[in-house]
């Protein structure tokens, strides 16, 4: 009785070293899998963006074709504590190595501070906002910050003599950094500010305010606004019979503005990011159209080149906490893609890149110069 | 001019709205969120009959303002009405409203996206000019039409048997019962009317300002605050109170600030439910209203 209650001791002893040998070799090949996250408007006030997105990255994982890859897609609604629910979500149950996302630059400042202390690193695929440069050491983007497309903005109304503008910016922190650099800069090169009004988002009625930019001489708009504000906002400015030039920023570079604006969107001029028409760019593209039968986007070249980096960052990286793929993120040189030559500054902000110049002709977003 | 000329449209996008809400809160005694679904489906509504099946836009908007119509009369008769005879607290009517709202709001998402859509297809020119004012054909059209439907329903209230008995019903729902009056049939009719008038609010704001599927909410708000404002079920107060709130979110809007609209619009509510909890006309609040 003895001999056999040894004998099971032991056969139970061998097997829990066998378990927590097979346990072993589990983490071992769950080590080399790899999870990305990716935070997104999904639905929401700027769902097409979250469209855009998916679309991109979706393509870029067929490309890469490596089944060790996941990806997971949370939902961030361009709001902040949805944008922090769907982190801790990607953090704490998923457990991903690094995150893709949002475009909302209010959602990115939001989670900034639990991403820096759990090490996580974060690559914002369209988070320009001026803020997001300071975010911490494991923010980054692919982008440059939104300081330089204010500039560009400012420098191109005082070349066309607009010389007195009004500011309407919508209440978040891409509006409002856009404004604050655009109030600093502008009357720096002789311009002079008029009103300066903020909206918040989901307004629908400009016709107030719009009333006392006109009593006072204004001779463009600077509108940093979302695309379904901005086409209101154009549609009231034109029924108003106010003759100002509009000035407008990155987001209007969407059909959603022109849908909004309808034939009011015609002539307004706006920023957005750069594009880059090397053959990375071709071959992207082509291969968009042909699998969704749609003209890529601006904003998706980004996503499919923000999700490409990460992705070679982590394969790069030696071992795969947040630390090392952060090293290796910093570690990239002239990585080539789709938008042009990727590097990281001092910020974190993919440097050497640039904001273009729009207009919209006949209900067609056209490149100015 | 300009300033005067956007205050009488708020005015008139908040009576028509609230009107429609006090008419179905006044024979139910809760409050229907689910309104603002009601709104919003109307403006999708046409959207839908014109860019699927082409159906010219008189017609669509005939249709979806009956569609609408159907759809409020439909949440009476498969959410409230079972409800009632279950006899659940008051507080039950307003948490299943909300969920109506949001599974209906979801509902509009998923089939219609979530960006922006517009019903008004028309190359968007200067308005008339009103003096030293513009006004569209739109805006035009709203107030005329505000002002029709609002005289309209209200004549209909006073004259007839039907519209007597609707306000009946509100002022106290058992004794119509005693007098054979059926109480439920009474509130289907006012269901049907107030998402009627809904749904004609919805279409017109959606003609001038584009909509999403949200849209309907943020108008609703400001219906039920003229609403309270002016008193629950007097039609004169409700006029006052639209008219305040207009004219106070575009008062502070041009002399103070545009992040002031909102606050200044719920800064009166709150001062009108310490100092005049009843509203401008005064009546006082049953228990069971409570």
Known sequence: ?369 | MQLLLNEILSFFSFLLIGFSFSLIYHSTRFFHIAHAIIITSGAYFVFFFTNKFSIPFPVSVTLSILATAIIGVACEILVYRQMRKRNVPALAYLIASIGLYVVLQNCISLFFGDDTKIINTAEVTVGHQVFDAYITTIQIITIVVSIALFVAVNLFLHYTATGKSIRAVASNPELCNIYGISSNKIILIAFGIGSALAATAGILSAMDTNMTPTFGFNLLLYGVVAMIIGGVGSTRGLVAGALLIASAQHLAAYYIDTKWMDAVTYIILILFLIWKPLGFSGKRLKKVEV
């Open chain 1, 1 to 369: 009785m003895r001999k056999l209650k040894i004998l099971i001791t032991l056969s139970i002893i061998v097997f829990a070293f066998m378990g927590c040998n097979s346990c072993h070799q589990k983490t071992v090949v769950r080590e080399k899998k790899i999870k990305i996250g990716i935070i997104t408007p999904l639905t929401g006030d700027v769902a097409t963006w979250g469209a855009m997105q998916k679309r991109a990255t979706d393509l870029a994982l067929e490309e890469i074709n490596d089944s060790n890859i996941t990806v997971i897609y949370e939902d961030d609604k361009a709001d902040p504590s949805t944008g922090v629910s769907a982190m801790n979500k990607l953090i704490n149950i998923d457990k991903v190595n690094m995150i893709v996302g949002s475009p909302a630059s209010n959602v990115t400042l939001a989670i900034a501070p639990i991403l820096n202390e759990k090490k996580v690193p974060l690559l914002s695929s369209g988070s320009t906002a001026t803020k997001v440069g300071d975010a911490g050491p494991y923010i980054f983007r692919i982008m440059p910050s939104d300081e330089i497309q204010s500039l560009i903005t400012v420098d191109w109304a005082i070349a066309l003599g607009k010389k007195r503008v009004s500011v309407v910016y919508v209440q978040n922190a891409w509006g409002e950094g856009l404004k604050e650099a655009f109030l600093r800069d502008f009357p720096k090169k002789g311009g002079q500010i008029q009103e300066v009004y903020g909206v918040a988002p989901n307004s629908i009625d400009f016709k107030t305010i719009l009333q006392k930019i006109k009593e006072n001489t204004t001779d463009a708009i600077y509108a940093p606004l979302y695309p379904k504000e901005a086409g209101i906002l154009v549609k009231q400015i034109k029924e108003l019979g106010i003759e100002s030039q509009v000035f407008g920023a990155d987001v209007y570079d969407t059909p959603e503005f022109i849908t909004a604006g309808g034939s009011a969107s015609n002539g307004i001029l706006y920023t957005t990011f750069g594009q880059y028409t090397g053959t990375e760019f071709e071959d992207f593209s082509r291969k968009y159209k042909e699998r969704y039968g749609i003209e890529v986007e601006n904003y998706a070249v980004y996503c499919y080149d923000a999700f490409k980096i990460a992705v070679e960052a982590i394969n790069k990286s030696t071992h795969l906490d947040g630390e090392n793929i952060r090293k290796s993120i910093l570690q990239i040189k002239d990585y080539k893609g789709a938008t042009g030559i990727s590097n990281f500054d001092g910020n974190n902000n993919a440097s050497g890149k640039t904001f273009d110049k729009k207009t919209i002709k006949e209900g067609k977003s056209v490149i100015i110069e």
